[in-house]
T-cell receptor
Framework: AQSVTQPDIHITVSEGASLELRCNYS??????LFWYVQSPGQGLQLLLK??????LVQGIKGFEAEFKRSQSSFNLRKPSVHWSDAAEYFC????????????FGQGTELSVKP | ETGVTQTPRHLVMGMTNKKSLKCEQH?????MYWYKQSAKKPLELMFV???????ENNSVPSRFSPECPNSSHLFLHLHTLQPEDSALYLC?????????????FGPGTRLTVL
């Protein structure tokens, strides 16, 4: 069965520290991978996506993610976290033959310490 | 108005009430989605519409009834809900029903069923 796992429910980092949020997927077909962010009281906003090509993708707000097929992972990184990055982050996966249907992970809540 | 809007933002209803959630997208998109977001659970795709036709219904109970009168509007009609239906209901839209197309989310309706 298709699934997305975000092993960390909640992460706290200090402002200015680096960040890595983990995402593992289980998918039979070539995956399309996404990271979304949800700030309190807001809908989800797309940070970045990977379809093919260079396995390191750049997104908005200084985020990047690396696709590792051998590990079935698509981890999100940021070299220096800002207080405004505190939010919930969702990894999602889809496939070409399923239209717009995405499978989401349960999310990782990020807190930022001053 | 820009993007995807949802009304109301908050709704409290009894189990015998009938209410409707409204979503409107101002992006000229052809596909629209309803998601349910419960605490600490992955987003659940409920319904998908493409060009006003329902193309996905993920085993959602009949007490939830979607309606898409045109490509800009999407409704979710609610009746005889259960307390476990309390959640954040998110609407999204995309240019086409294709995995490559970014989904744009509204801020959601926070539903509480008493």
């Amino acid at each position: 069965a298709q699934s997305v796992t975000q092993p960390d429910i909640h992460i706290t980092v200090s402002e200015g520290a680096s960040l890595e949020l983990r995402c593992n997927y289980s998918y039979g077909a070539t995956p399309y991978l996404f990271w979304y962010v949800q700030s309190p009281g807001q809908g989800l906003q797309l940070l970045l996506k990977y379809f093919s090509g260079d396995t390191l993708v750049q997104g908005i707000k200084g985020f990047e993610a690396e696709f590792k097929r051998s590990q079935s992972s698509f981890n999100l990184r940021k070299p220096s976290v800002h207080w405004s990055d505190a939010a919930e982050y969702f990894c999602a996966v889809g496939t070409y033959n399923q239209g717009g249907k995405l499978i989401f992970g349960q999310g990782t809540e990020l807190s930022v310490k001053p | 108005e820009t993007g995807v809007t949802q009304t109301p933002r908050h709704l409290v209803m009894g189990m015998t009430n009938k209410k409707s959630l409204k979503c409107e997208q101002h992006l000229g998109h052809n596909a629209m989605y309803w998601y349910k977001q419960s605490a600490k659970k992955p987003l659940e795709l409920m319904f998908v519409y493409s060009l006003e036709e329902r193309v996905e219904n993920n085993s959602v109970p009949s007490r939830f009834s979607p309606e898409c009168p045109n490509s800009s509007h999407l409704f979710l009609h609610l009746h005889t809900l259960q307390p476990e239906d309390s959640a954040l209901y998110l609407c999204a839209s995309s240019q086409e029903l294709a995995v490559q197309n970014e989904q744009f989310f509204g801020p959601g309706t926070r539903l509480t069923v008493l």
